[in-house]
C-alpha cells in the first residue's frame, strides 16, 4: 500500500517524536490530540515534554510544511494510536484512551487504510478492543482495511535515536496487515522490521518491560541484603558482573515512570493466578522508596523537624518525567515523618506536587539544611564538586540513593556520607 498521509492520535513522548519523524521522511502527518494545551503550546512553537533533540526535530518537521498540528482526527491513509494507557486503582489496565481514539477514526475510516495501535496494551487489545471499535465503519478488518499493533519500544532520553535505529516489531491481525505495517514504517526505521501477529506483538511489548522490572527488583533485593549482611552491593554487582552471562542491573530508590512500573501488572491482569514472580517484583520495587526511608532514618535519626535538601525528584536520570517516580515517593514519605524538605528537580522546576515544597535552584535547595538527599543522577547533579558544596550548605550529612558519587571524595571535603547498599 502506498501511505501519502498519516494522522498520529496522541502527542505525548511517542507520538510527537513519530509524527515528527514521519514528517522529515516525506509523509504528510496530521498530529493530533484532545489536550487542547498541548495543541496550543505546539502552535505557538513551544514543547510541552523535555526529551534531547526532540526541539530541533519538531522544528525540522514544521519547517517542512509536512507536519500539521491539530484538534480532531482527518481523513488519512494511515492512523497511529500513541495514546497513555495507565492503570486504575486496582492496577488494571484503563483502556479509556485506546478506546476514544479508535472511536475518533471511525467516521474517517475508508476501505485501504491501515490503522496501527502503538500504545502498550495487554494481550489480545488490538483484536478484541480495537478491532470491534473499527467496525462500526461497517468495514471489516483484514478484508477492508489494515489493522496491527506495532510496540513503541524507544528509552527515554535516547527517543530520536532509538525511533530511527531499534528493532521494530509489527504484529498485523492478518500476514497482509503486518505487511502494511512494514511499508509505512520503513520509510524512516533503519532497524530490523520484524513481523508477526498482533498478540505476539504486544505480549513482546510486556515481556521486554517485565524482564527489566523483574531484574531491578532483584538489584533492589540484592541491595537490602548487601545492607543487612555489611557488604558493598556495588562493588558485589560490579565483581558478579565479570561472570560472562551474569548482568545485574542497578538498585536505587525503586522503579518510575509511565512504562516499566506499569506494564507488569497487565500481565498480572491477564492471568493473576499464574503469575506470582511478575506480581512480587512490582512489590518489590514498589517498596523500595520505604527502603530509602528507613535508611534515612538509621542515618539521619529522628526526621521530625530535620531540614533536608532532595535533589532529583524525576523518574530517572536527564528526563524530566515525574510520572511514578520513586523520588517523589520517596520526598513524600521523608515530608511524613516531619522532615522539612526542598526539592529541586532542575528538568522541571516549577513542578506541581501537591503539598511538597520544590526549589528553584540548587543553591535554595542546599541553603539552610542539615542534610542532603541525592535521589536521581541527573548529570548536573553527577558532576557536581562536593567542596563547592560544602560552601553552599551547613549540612554535613548526605546520602546518596543512586551511588552516583564517589564516597572519597565527599569525606575528603568534610561530610558524613552514606549511599545506598553499601552496607560497610
Ligand atoms: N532503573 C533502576 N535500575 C536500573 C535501570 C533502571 O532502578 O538498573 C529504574 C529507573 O531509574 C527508572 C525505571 O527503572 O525509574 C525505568 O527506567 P528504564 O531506563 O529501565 O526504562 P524506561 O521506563 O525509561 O523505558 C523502558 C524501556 N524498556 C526496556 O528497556 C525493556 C524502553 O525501551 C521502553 O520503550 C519504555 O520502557 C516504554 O516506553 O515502554
Not at 510496540?151 to 516489531?169: D, M, S, T
Request: glycine share 8%; proline share 7%; hydrophobic share 45%.
Amino acid at each position: 500500500m502506498t501511505v501519502e498521509k498519516i494522522c498520529i492520535l496522541g502527542l505525548g513522548y511517542i507520538g510527537l517524536p513519530l509524527a515528527s519523524t514521519f514528517a522529515t521522511h516525506g509523509k504528510h502527518v496530521v498530529a493530533m490530540d484532545v489536550n487542547p494545551s498541548i495543541i496550543q503550546t505546539l502552535q505557538n512553537g513551544a514543547l510541552h515534554i523535555h526529551e534531547p533533540g526532540l526541539r530541533s526535530l519538531v522544528e525540522e518537521a514544521l519547517k517542512s510544511g509536512n507536519l500539521d498540528i491539530r484538534h480532531s482526527v482527518e481523513p488519512a491513509d494511515a492512523f497511529i494510536i500513541a495514546v497513555p494507557t495507565p492503570y486504575d486503582d486496582g492496577k488494571r489496565a484503563d483502556l479509556r484512551y485506546v478506546q476514544s481514539a479508535a472511536e475518533s477514526i471511525v467516521p474517517h475510516l475508508r476501505r485501504g487504510n491501515l490503522v496501527v495501535l502503538e500504545s502498550t496494551s495487554p494481550p489480545q487489545t488490538t483484536l478484541h478492543l480495537v478491532a470491534p471499535i473499527l467496525e462500526k465503519s461497517g468495514l471489516v478488518p483484514g478484508r477492508d482495511f489494515f489493522l496491527a499493533y506495532s510496540p513503541e519500544r524507544v528509552l527515554p532520553g535516547q527517543i530520536i535515536r532509538e525511533l530511527v535505529e531499534n528493532a521494530r516489531i509489527i504484529g498485523g491481525i492478518d500476514p497482509a496487515s503486518a505487511k502494511a505495517g512494514q511499508e509505512l514504517y520503513q520509510s524512516f526505521v533503519q532497524g530490523e522490521i520484524v513481523l508477526t501477529d498482533a498478540t505476539t506483538a504486544e505480549m513482546v511489548k510486556l515481556m521486554e518491560n517485565t524482564t527489566r522490572d523483574v531484574n531491578i527488583a532483584l538489584a533492589n533485593e540484592f541491595s537490602r541484603l548487601a545492607d543487612r549482611l555489611g557488604v558493598d552491593v556495588w562493588e558485589a554487582i560490579n565483581l558478579a558482573n565479570r561472570h560472562p552471562r551474569v548482568k545485574i542491573l542497578r538498585p536505587g530508590p525503586g522503579v518510575g515512570g509511565h512504562c516499566v512500573s506499569v506494564d507488569p501488572w497487565f500481565l498480572v491482569e491477564a492471568a493473576p493466578d499464574i503469575t506470582p514472580l511478575i506480581r512480587t517484583a512490582r512489590e518489590v520495587n514498589d517498596a523500595q522508596p520505604h527502603f530509602v526511608l528507613d535508611l534515612a532514618t538509621r542515618w539521619l535519626g529522628p526526621l521530625e523537624g530535620r531540614k533536608i535538601g532532595v535533589l532529583g525528584l524525576a523518574f530517572k536520570p536527564d528526563v524530566d518525567d515525574l510520572r511514578e517516580s520513586p523520588a517523589v515517593e520517596v520526598a513524600y514519605q521523608l515530608q511524613q515523618q516531619g522532615a522539612i524538605l526542598q526539592a529541586f528537580e532542575p528538568f522541571k522546576p516549577d513542578a506541581a506536587l501537591p503539598g511538597l515544597a520544590l526549589a528553584s535552584s540548587l543553591e535554595m535547595a542546599l541553603a539552610d539544611k542539615q542534610a542532603v538527599i541525592l535521589l536521581v543522577a541527573h548529570t548536573q547533579f553527577r558532576q557536581l564538586d562536593p567542596h563547592a558544596i560544602a560552601a553552599l550548605t551547613p549540612a554535613r550529612q548526605v546520602i546518596d540513593a543512586v551511588h552516583a558519587w564517589e564516597a572519597k571524595r565527599w569525606t575528603d571535603a568534610g561530610f558524613e556520607f552514606h549511599t545506598l547498599g553499601n552496607g560497610q
